[in-house]
């Protein structure tokens, strides 16, 4: 049974500044679902939160890039954004860039990350949500998951999983993607991946027969709208188990909580933070930034679950380490390493400093 399983999230209202998603407007996208999935629209469908981002996780048989589920999730998140201006919810309807809809949700605001594949007997994923950081934040962890045998263990056991991955990276200023194979072009990979603001893992296939494993979401909101309107709060889909990684593989990727951009105003460097889901809400300089793991049971497109896969002790050092980071870091104030270079702040005072200066530099 072939699936679709899309992963749409927005900002579209927040409580206490970009904190987090309330009640009253996850009621409102579920009171639209409830109907959707009466009138065959989707299979099924979770909604949930991570920080001030409102995800919506639908599965359904129409598709990647079907214009009738995306203009559902457009339209729920238009009604979810009257919502919070009757609530008077901080930054209302903030990643909807678009006045209506056009056929398709990308490059409107919304992020989303969709995988069509032939359901398994037994199909676990993991849906990945993140809070306060921008989609290169899956390119380490991604890559440990599918080409570091340190972390994943059945790429040198598993004879399935043994010949690699296949990488598709893309060139957010471009436009333009390449699929790199792993192990033989792993450096390649490298090159591209470590300049994380630029070049973004988009999905991943198995080489031996291209089925799909991974997919990311791509939306860069400052490229889209030409401003700062807020960080691009990735999401994440990821298969496991049967000739895939296994589910602790998938998240031992995400054990050590590496460097991101994003945090405060979207200008600054932190750790990402693994947690569960009730604690997805970036409050300490308005981060630092958080991922949160939901893993799922698909049965003929139903979703069963989830399980809230970080809430668990084990991330705790992760946790701690990540608290630590983000102590020294915020040590730094204003200056570089915490703060991003200027050439890479979604906004910034120093043109403006720059040219009440200019006749003042000697």
């Avoid at 959707?36 to 949930?48: G, P, Q, R």
């Avoid at 990488?167 to 993607?177: A, C, I, N, P, T």
């Amino acid at each position: 049974m072939k699936i679709t399983v899309s992963i749409i999230k927005a900002d579209v209202g927040s409580l206490a500044g970009h904190h987090i998603v309330p009640y009253e407007l996850k009621r409102e996208a579920e009171r639209i679902l409830i109907k959707s999935k009466e009138e065959k629209e989707v299979i099924d469908y979770y909604v949930t939160n991570c920080g001030d981002d409102l995800e919506l996780v639908l599965t359904h048989e129409k598709g990647s890039d079907s214009p009738e589920v995306h203009e559902l999730a457009w339209n729920i998140f238009k009604k979810v954004t009257e919502k919070a201006k009757e609530l008077h919810l901080y930054a209302a309807g903030q990643d909807l860039l678009k006045e209506a809809f056009s056929g398709n949700i990308k490059g409107m605001g919304p992020g989303i990350a969709e995988m069509e594949f032939d359901e398994r007997p037994s199909e676990p994923i993991v849906v990945f949500m993140a809070d306060k950081t921008e989609p290169g934040a899956f390119n380490l962890p991604l890559f440990r998951i599918f080409a570091d045998p340190f972390c994943t263990a059945g790429l040198v056991i598993d004879p399935r999983m043994h010949e690699g991955f296949k990488f598709r990276v893309l060139d957010v200023k471009e436009g333009k993607s390449v699929a790199l194979s792993s192990p033989e072009e792993i450096y390649d990979i490298l090159a591209l991946i470590g300049t994380t603001n630029r070049y973004i893992i988009q999905d991943i296939h198995r080489k031996r027969d291209y089925i799909p494993v991974a997919a990311v979401s791509t939306t860069k909101l400052s490229l889209i709208a030409g401003r700062y309107v807020g960080k691009d709060d990735p999401v994440a889909l990821v298969r496991a188990q049967h000739g895939l990684p296994a589910v602790g593989e998938i998240l031992e990727g995400f054990s050590f909580p590496h460097l991101v951009s994003g945090w405060m105003r979207g200008s600054h460097i932190g750790p990402l933070m693994p947690v569960g889901l009730s604690n997805a809400k970036c409050t300490r300089f308005d981060g630092p930034p958080r991922i949160v793991a939901l893993g799922f049971q698909l049965m003929n497109g139903k979703l069963i679950g989830p399980a809230d896969l970080f809430n668990d002790p084990v991330f705790d050092e992760a946790r701690t380490q990540a608290s630590r980071i983000a102590d020294y870091l915020r040590r730094h104030g204003p200056f570089m390493p915490h703060r991003l270079g200027a050439d890479e702040m979604e906004y910034t005072t120093l043109p403006d400093v720059l040219k009440k200066l200019k006749d003042r530099f000697k």
